[in-house]
């Protein structure tokens, strides 16, 4: 459509390709790169040694990517790291150090069951594009980031607390410490994920944000039974504000099983909206740009979370679990019926809003098995046959309700989001 963003899948030949995916996809103000294995461009085949050869092949890659779209590593608003083994966080940061020498994205770093072709470790990325994807319009190409650390949460020299890129804010996961002393909370899952929460609530009052602004939260879990005692704990967070209560309103939403850096029970990831925007756009921007959470009966519902988050040009689904909606228990059958379910879901969810699988810019997929991996994609490749959108790979110890598949979604949003009249 003239006038409007649309979605731009690209591919260099220089890093690893995958007939799934794209590599990095556009859309508006954003890049969601795929995540990144420590694979050789040339070979196909990982690197070899161990986890410093790993990780320097995965930034590699990444930073490959985004110069072959003309942007550099300055541009990442976010990072996401994956690793099987927590005894590596600490080589992974020796490396990571040596490509972010200055400034430091927003970040994620979780410890996973399995990755993809027995890799140790893997690394996506989420960048800024100022000039947009309006075709032959380049856009505000002077937008600049906003990065803001606040000393009421916990402060790292490997990353910072929030990134802002026009209308949105990444925040970097929260663990369960106490930013006075550094160190962990003291209890159990319980007061672990109360610490998360207000970490993340203290980030955003840092920068005059209400903790109903998240669009998006992440939980990752060590152990998945402690779900229903962190769901206590989250409900006494959201919703948060008068009017937010009065309509309901709780932010998508994705659980999985991994653990966390220092041995925590918990850890809390959030994206959030930015109606401010960031320099040159004008504050008073942020007055036309509202938040709309919806639900259809045609797929799963939870009560404590919204199907999809529309904010600006985005909107963020909630993780999709392989439940008949009209029942509310799992489909019979293996990996590849749990796909389609999760699958037809997400086809139903983004039809409810008038858009198409074509406006899907990220898939993230989690599996309790890898070895499963050859039957989702025969029904993956159904649903998205030219593999455009960028995508994300994972094997995780459990997923909720027992499911051996779950996936959320990022989905472009050309229209926007202003005040419905």
């Keep these: 459509m003239t006038g409007y963003n649309e979605v731009l899948a690209r591919n260099t030949e220089s890093a690893p390709r995958n007939s799934s995916s794209s590599q990095t996809v556009a859309f508006s103000h954003y890049n969601n790169l795929s995540a990144q294995l ?6 196909g085949e990982l690197v070899e040694g161990g986890v410093r050869e790993q990780a320097e092949q995965c930034l590699t890659n990444i930073r490959t990517v985004v110069e072959s779209i003309g942007h550099t590593m300055e541009d990442v ?3 996401g790291v994956f690793l099987t083994d927590p005894a590596d966080l600490g080589t992974f940061n020796d490396v990571y150090t040596t490509v972010f020498t200055d400034y430091v994205p927003a970040r994620t770093s979780v410890v996973v069951d399995a990755l993809p072709m027995g890799a140790m470790i893997q690394v996506e990325a989420v960048l800024s594009n100022g000039e ?3 075709p032959d319009a380049p856009q505000a190409g002077d ?3 906003v990065t803001h650390d606040t000393a009421n949460a916990p402060v790292s020299a490997l990353s910072t607390q929030t990134v802002a890129f026009s209308h949105y804010n990444h925040l970097s996961a929260q ?7 550094g160190d962990l909370v003291v209890g159990g899952v319980t007061e672990q994920a109360a610490q998360c929460l207000r970490n993340v609530k203290a980030i955003l009052e840092g920068i005059d944000v209400p903790l109903d602004d998240i669009v998006k939260v992440t939980v990752f879990l060590a152990d998945l039974s402690d779900l229903e005692v962190f769901d206590k704990v989250y ?3 959201f919703p948060d504000s008068a009017i937010a209560r009065s309509v309901g309103y709780l932010p998508a939403r994705t659980v999985v099983e991994a653990r966390a850096p220092m041995g925590a029970l918990v850890q809390v990831e959030a994206v959030v909206s930015h109606g401010d925007g960031t320099p040159p756009q004008e504050v008073e921007d942020r007055h036309g740009i509202v938040i709309w959470a919806r639900n259809t009966d045609d797929a799963p519902k939870n009560p404590l979370s919204t199907q999809t988050v529309a904010f600006s040009h985005y909107n963020n689904l909630s ?3 392989p439940v008949d909606p009209a029942t509310g228990e799992l489909v019979d059958g293996g990996a590849a019926e749990q796909a389609e379910r999760c699958l037809a879901s997400m086809k139903a969810i983004v039809e409810s809003i008038d ?6 810019v990220k898939v993230n997929l989690f599996l309790t098995d890898l070895d499963d991996m050859d039957d989702v994609e025969a029904v993956y490749a159904a649903y998205f046959p030219n593999g455009t959108p960028a995508r994300r790979t994972v094997g995780v110890t459990a997923l909720p309700l027992g499911a051996r598949v779950q996936m959320d979604a990022i989905v472009s949003n050309a229209e926007g989001t202003p005040p419905r009249i």
């Design 38 to 43: 420590p694979i050789d461009p040339a070979t």
């Design 77 to 79: 608003v976010r990072l």
């Design 132 to 134: 947009g994807t309006i």
């Design 143 to 145: 937008l600049v980031k």
């Design 175 to 181: 663990l369960p410490n106490d930013p006075a002393t």
């Design 235 to 237: 409900s006494t967070f």
């Design 319 to 321: 993780a999709l679990l």
């Design 355 to 360: 858009h198409s699988l074509a406006d899907v």
